[in-house]
């Protein structure tokens, strides 16, 4: 009776770690990549889903960016001055010829501390050494937390060393990252992206031009005849190079299997994980945005002039959680992009176009010269 006995506990014990062993291959992680609007928006906005699960869902894939650069929270502001702005482009300005993507991340750090961040900083004390260190740092650390290796603890510290030297109120800004990580690190790419394309064209530098005389939003959104807006302009931009071309979610789901366990056995088996991945980038690439007179791959800003279609826009991804620089960000990269092209303007200075248009890096080529 003993042994019987004995022997049933030991199958059972033997079921119960089998199952798990299955039930955990099962569990396994998946990699779901959506890349049409209708996928993407039921992936980031799903019908009859709590703020709860949303929040879980989009915090995990973003361990890695808490994990690289400590951040605590998100920040949200208002338009940086169009003062903050020239000024901004003014103390970037180089003697030498210099990286275009130096100088379009040093002018929008720039005016993020004091347009945004802090109006009382004098522009002429951020230091041109700690402004370029901190954007060099910033894209370094942010492309290492893509990779498993662990990142050298001295990036950061020498990040934050410099970041605080830009921004030295402690009270106001605990840590500086959590506020200039949310809104220099996507606005100075959206600017880069819109500047390479309309500096050479003559209608899109007299719309943003024209804004930078009277910034306010009516002008933003002001056509000039059968031109584009400046809106159109940055939309567009927004369209064929999202700042954020991906935006992954963590789906946590029980297996089906685990429906006939009893709940203390149920409670012991790890949830399935899906990897699910919003490609931003391929849906406002695809046919859809197709007319007769432009092509989704081309950029084209008159393109919403007959085809409508800005509600397709994905960057600042859709629902509760849809970023909260869709508010602001816009006009200010409108205003930044005006501001340098004011400056940059072929007579004093002019840009060297490299081969292609870059992101967060591939800016190869891309130059500011000064004339001689």
């Known amino acids: 009776m003993f042994e019987l006995y004995g022997i049933c506990i030991s199958a059972a014990i033997f079921s119960f770690f089998l199952l798990s062993t299955v039930l955990g291959a099962v569990s396994s992680p998946r990699v779901i990549v959506h890349n049409t609007h209708k996928s993407i928006r039921d992936l980031l906005d799903p019908p009859g889903s709590s703020l709860n699960p949303l929040l879980r869902s989009r915090a995990s894939p973003n361990v890695r960016l808490l994990r690289a650069f400590h ?30 993507h130096v100088f ?28 370029n260190i901190v954007t060099n740092l910033i894209t370094e650390i942010w492309i290492l937390s893509k990779k498993p290796d662990p990142i050298p603890e001295h990036l950061l510290g020498m990040l934050n060393d410099r970041l605080r030297r830009l921004i030295p109120d402690q ?22 992206v819109t500047l390479a394309y309309v500096h050479t064209d003559r209608e899109a530098r007299r719309a943003f031009l024209d804004l930078t005389g009277c910034p306010n939003p009516k002008q933003f959104h002001t056509l ?9 302009y940055i939309t567009e931009s927004l369209r064929l190079h999202p700042p954020v071309r991906h935006i992954t979610r963590h789906i946590f789901r029980q297996s089906l299997l685990t429906a006939f366990l009893p709940g203390a056995i149920k409670s012991r088996i790890p ?26 791959e081309a950029f084209d800003a008159a393109r919403f002039l007959h085809e409508p279609k800005a509600s397709g826009i994905l960057a600042f991804g859709v629902g509760p959680l849809k970023c909260a620089a869709m508010n602001w960000a816009p006009m200010a990269a409108a205003l930044i992009v005006g501001a ?24 190869d080529g891309w130059i500011i010269h000064k004339v001689a």
Do not use: C, K
């Open 71 to 100: 951040l605590s929270n998100t920040f949200v502001s208002s338009d940086p001055t169009i003062h903050a702005n020239f000024q901004a482009v003014d103390l970037a300005l180089p003697d030498q010829p210099t990286p275009f």
């Open 224 to 232: 000039h005849g059968a031109s584009p807006s400046v809106e159109n």
């Open 271 to 296: 949830l399935r994980v899906e990897t699910h991945i919003a490609d931003i980038e391929s849906a406002q690439r695809s046919v859809p945005w197709e007319s007769d007179s432009s092509f989704p």
């Open 340 to 363: 340098i092209l004011n400056r940059v303007d072929g007579m004093n200075y002019y840009i060297v176009r490299g081969e292609r248009v870059g992101e967060r890096t591939g800016w």
């Open 171 to 192: 009270d106001a800004y605990p840590n500086p990252l959590d506020f200039v990580i949310p809104t220099w690190e996507t606005l100075w790419r959206v600017v880069a």
């Open 104 to 131: 379009v991340r040093s002018v929008t750090l720039r005016t993020i501390i004091v347009g945004l961040l802090n109006s009382h900083v004098d522009m002429t004390s951020l230091a041109s050494n700690d402004v």
